[in-house]
């Protein structure tokens, strides 16, 4: 048993008593410890964690963590004094032991328990504490492990820091070759590799991101600031100016930005209130449209800006494919709100505009005709951006999920391999320069499947949290996973 020396009060020399410690796997949120946690009886004997809050990286190693115990709330107990201390499902102690251990009090009333580590999952954990007097607890939090995000060109891209979860990914390819990968965290971090070095911090309070249809090496980003949210077109890249005109207290939730035929730029920005705004050639925003539940280009004409907005007698759509002329597509129930929008255009010239709505019902409008029930248990919907006529749709039944390609049409066959109890949360569909289909889901537990040419889902890795394609080589599938291996 090693020690570490600590002043005593009176300024002499004394030792704490050291317990090699635990380990931990668990990535969660930190809990502030603003005072010691202390308890004490009713012979005002008390104990406490003193040097909190604590937290601790998956697979890390934790701090020292001191407990102090008293006679009445001043006076340390005798050296000696044992102190139980139970670790929780999740903490060992250094040498991989779990469970309940007793340390001894040295002449301060402390002991150190040393060298406890975090598991390879994540959350908040409490360690409990106990004399023959007094008890006490604290709580760990244990961060996610450290983001590794592949690029889809065989690179493992690291540098997010633990505790940081991806909520988006985009990638894209300059004019010079040069790839570039953004993950923005759910804490609103942007972060960017170029040609799979590193993640840097590209910017803060950042809400949403997307590429420019028109332009997909253009990266478009929306910051909150005091004043308004900002947006940067990335037309210019670091050049590229302040978009403003929405107002403050507002959120950017959701980026859509084209070019017309006339080379006319637009960027679509929806916020936490519903409201799209819109800023054409880099003018200030101007309101487009209220009560817009969600937002989409359409994949065989990229300039056309397809709205979904709320009404009293159901949900209306514009399918921007004649500009503001658009008619109004209607046939969604009232009381139902679109939370998805896909648009296509087949070989045949044939227009397509695809809703979920909040129940998971799949609409869809064929030439601009009425909206009728395509699917129902309809989990997400996407194009392949091998074939962007071709539309993913993943369904729920009871002996799990299955996804039809598109790429058949009505004739796609079911595919199937993905466990019952599971639900398909996202898809991504490609297909490489070999002519191989690819059509990958992510479940609501994490975890993503691939399909190789329509052969049953096979599980391909856990714990991701994202899941795109980079728009300058979209055979290149991005996927940002939270996996530590202890």
Not at 271 to 295: H, W
Request: with cysteine.
């Amino acid at each position: 048993m090693s020690d570490h020396l600590t002043d005593s009060p009176t300024g002499g020399i004394q030792r704490r008593t050291i317990v090699a410690g635990a380990s931990w796997s668990i990535p969660v949120v930190a809990t502030a410890i603003g005072a010691p946690l202390a308890a004490a009886s009713n012979t005002g004997a008390t104990l406490a964690f003193t040097n909190g809050p604590y937290s601790v990286a998956a697979c890390g190693t934790l701090k020292d963590v001191v407990i102090r115990a008293t006679t009445n709330g001043t006076t340390p107990v005798t050296e000696g004094t044992p102190i139980t201390v139970a670790l929780p499902s999740g903490l060992t102690w250094s040498n991989g032991d779990s469970g309940s251990r007793i340390v001894t009090a040295d002449a301060n009333g402390e002991a150190v328990l040393s060298g406890l580590k975090g598991t390879a999952s994540s959350g908040t954990r409490t360690i409990s504490a106990s004399t023959a007097d007094a008890t006490t607890t604290a709580p760990v939090s244990v961060l996610s492990s450290p983001t590794a995000v592949t690029d889809g060109f065989g690179n493992t891209v690291t540098g997010i820091p633990a505790g940081a979860t991806i909520a988006d990914v985009t990638g894209t390819i300059d004019a010079n070759g040069n790839r570039y990968l953004f993950a923005r965290s759910e804490e609103g971090t942007l972060y960017v590799s170029i040609n799979g070095a590193p993640f840097t911090v590209d910017s803060t309070s950042t809400t949403a991101v997307a590429t420019n249809t028109g332009n997909p090496a253009a990266v478009i980003r929306a910051i909150d600031t005091p004043t308004g949210p900002v947006v940067y077109d990335g037309l210019t890249g670091a050049a590229s100016p302040a978009l403003t005109g929405i107002p403050a207290g507002r959120t950017v939730v959701d980026l859509v930005g084209t070019i017309d035929a006339n080379n006319k730029t637009y960027v679509f920005a929806r916020t936490d209130d519903d409201t799209l705004y819109v800023s054409i050639d880099r003018g200030p925003f101007t309101v487009d449209s209220t009560s817009t539940t969600a937002i989409a280009t359409n994949t065989g004409n990229p300039a056309a800006v397809i709205r979904a907005i709320d009404t009293p007698t159901g949900p209306v759509v514009y399918d921007g494919l004649t500009g503001a002329a658009s008619p109004a597509l209607t046939g969604i129930p009232a009381g139902r709100t679109v939370v998805d929008l896909v648009g296509t255009i087949d070989a045949n010239n044939k227009t397509y505009v695809f809703a979920r709505t909040d129940d998971n019902t799949l609409y869809v409008s064929i030439d601009r005709g009425p909206f009728t029930v395509d699917s129902t248990s309809t989990t997400a919907v996407a194009t392949n951006t091998g074939n962007p006529a071709a539309v993913i749709r993943a369904i729920d039944t009871p002996t799990g999920p299955v996804v039809y390609d598109g790429l058949t049409g009505a004739a796609s066959p079911a595919l199937t391999g993905i466990p019952a109890g599971r639900t398909v949360a996202e898809l991504v569909g490609t297909i490489d320069a070999n002519g191989v289909t690819y059509v990958f889901a992510r479940t609501e537990d994490g975890s993503v499947y691939v399909s190789v040419n329509r052969a049953p889902f096979a599980l391909q890795s856990t714990g991701a949290t994202a899941l795109a394609t980079n728009t300058g080589n979209p055979a290149a599938v991005i996927v940002a996973s939270q996996t530590a291996t202890c």
